[in-house]
């Protein structure tokens, strides 16, 4: 008896998620068109991106050659961080999505995203063991403008299905960096150098997992893994949606 109470309850919030569904479909990341009922992306579009199935480097994750254990970014100038990956790679699709999302006012995508990166990275995550997870924070200032940080909404659904604490607020972005995509391998660590640090008295555990949403140079995710090393961690990791596939060993 008191499950069916308890079902009969459960009724309107059942016909009023499905109205919803009906009504107000979710998009699909990929395509940026309703996906199928119950889905947020469509199965097609699934299929279509581009994960990386290559051998991979052993620190930041970038497609490499099968006699290379590491990029050349990587064997010239070793970053900060332990090691870590991108999902899929940054070709033509995964930068309109990725744009979609940063600025164009598609915040749910993030969560979709998040997803997908933890479906792909559960071994990573068992074997790194995080305590934390971070995302790369963004300047206060384009924050307020954007109304998110699209880093933390995709580290939301993967502290939530791994069961890491998510701590958004550790890091603090001090210096607004303007676009880098014209910048040399050296401009962009310049750039980032004294821009991302650990808020003052924040408390910083031996094994940190930093997130973001694009690899490209490393410039930002080495930038917040030199902080968090400053502050006391000695495992960095790193996670993001998507990671390019050039290279840009002058430095």
């Known amino acids: 008896m008191r499950e069916e109470a308890s079902l009969r309850k459960d009724i309107p919030l059942l016909v009023r998620e499905y109205l919803l569904n009906v009504l107000y479909p979710a998009r699909c990341p990929v395509c940026d068109r309703p996906a199928p009922f119950g889905t947020d992306i469509c199965p097609d579009c699934l299929m279509r991106l581009p994960v990386i199935g290559t051998r991979r480097c ?13 990029c050349e970014d990587c064997a010239k100038n070793p970053p900060v961080y332990t090691c870590g990956l991108g999902i899929f790679l940054y070709d033509e699709q995964m930068k309109r999505t990725m744009a979609l999302l940063k600025y164009k ?31 790369v924070p963004i300047h206060p200032e384009r924050k307020k403008a954007r109304g998110y940080n699209q880093a933390e909404e995709i580290a939301r659904p993967i502290a939530a299905l791994s069961g890491i604490r998510l701590s958004p607020e550790l890091l603090v972005r001090r210096e607004r960096t303007g676009p880098m995509k014209k910048l040399s391998r050296a401009e962009r660590f310049s750039n980032m150098r004294n821009a991302i640090a650990v808020r003052p008295g924040a408390f910083v555990p031996d094994r940190v997992l930093v997130v973001d949403d694009i690899y490209t140079t490393g410039a930002t995710v080495n930038a917040a893994a030199g902080a968090l090393r400053d502050a006391g961690a000695r495992q960095i990791y790193f996670l993001s949606v998507c990671i390019g596939a050039g290279f840009m060993v002058t430095y």
Do not use: H, M, N, S
């Open 58 to 70: 052993a620190k930041c994750g970038k497609p490499v050659e099968d006699f290379e254990k590491y």
């Open 105 to 135: 006012g598609r915040r749910e995508y993030g969560a979709v995203l998040g997803r997908l990166v933890y479906e792909r990275a559960r071994g990573e995550l068992l074997r790194w063991r995080p305590q934390i997870i971070v995302p």
